[in-house]
């Protein structure tokens, strides 16, 4: 069975600040990762996704995050924050056939100025 | 375009009442699913579909739980005798191709609270 752990409730940084959220898998076979925002009173959007290739994959709103294998970690990254990024942040991986997702407890990331 | 819509938004049944949840894709998109998201915690998968054709229906808790698609767009998502433990916000999303590639577009969910 596939499994993701985030192993944070919670990410406090300041602004101008990196931040990092993280993920770990556990999956047989080839994991297909993404991460997804989940703002207050809407519903959660695709922020990036590894599929294959370059490890480091790039997404909306200037996130990227990074495939470790090895790991086994998909760790979410942003170089300099902005208090708008404060949200719920979910990882989940994709190994088990089509369509069928697994997702982690999720990171609330606070951003103060 | 427009996104996945969910209706009603929120909705409050007595225990032991019937519920239909709705789901309506983004126009053209073959995969949808269902989610329950619990309180503090992550979506967990519930079904899919692709076109009509319901796929996976692993997740559904019980037999309570039934969900179609009968012309390969609108989802309904039904709860029979609903129990307080079903009291969840209930997502529905929605990708362009089946398979596990591609990302899912969600909906905002629909809040059911059985008292």
């Known amino acids: 069975a596939q499994s993701v752990a985030q192993p944070e409730d919670q990410v406090n940084v300041a602004e101008g600040n990196p931040l990092t959220v993280k993920c770990t898998y556990s999956?047989?076979?080839?994991?297909?990762l993404f991460w997804y925002v989940q703002y207050p009173n809407r519903g959660l959007q695709f922020l990036l996704k590894y599929i294959t290739g370059d490890n480091l994959v790039k997404g909306s709103y200037g996130f990227e995050a990074e495939f470790n294998k090895s790991q086994t970690s998909f760790h979410l990254k942003k170089p300099s924050a902005l208090v708008s990024d404060s949200a719920l942040y979910f990882c989940a991986v994709s190994p088990g056939g089509p369509g069928k997702s697994t997702f982690g407890d999720g990171t609330t990331l606070t951003v103060k100025p | 375009g427009a996104g996945v819509s969910q209706s009603p938004r929120y909705k409050v049944a007595k225990r032991g009442q019937d519920v239909a949840l709705r789901c309506d894709p983004i126009?053209?998109?073959?995969?949808l699913f269902w989610y329950q998201q619990a309180l503090g915690q992550g979506p967990e998968f519930l079904t899919y579909?692709?076109?009509?054709?319901?796929?996976?229906k692993s997740g559904l808790p019980s037999d309570r739980f039934f969900a179609e698609r009968p012309e390969g767009s609108v989802s309904t998502l039904k709860i029979q005798r609903t129990q307080q433990e079903d009291s969840a916000v209930y997502l529905c999303?929605?990708?362009?191709?089946?398979?596990?590639?591609?990302?899912?577009?969600f909906g905002p969910g629909t809040r059911l609270t059985v008292t």
């Open positions: 579909f692709q076109n009509e054709a319901q796929l996976d």
């Open positions: 999303a929605s990708s362009l191709v089946s398979g596990r590639l591609y990302e899912q577009y």
């Open positions: 999956v047989s076979g080839n994991p297909y």
């Open positions: 126009s053209g998109h073959v995969s």
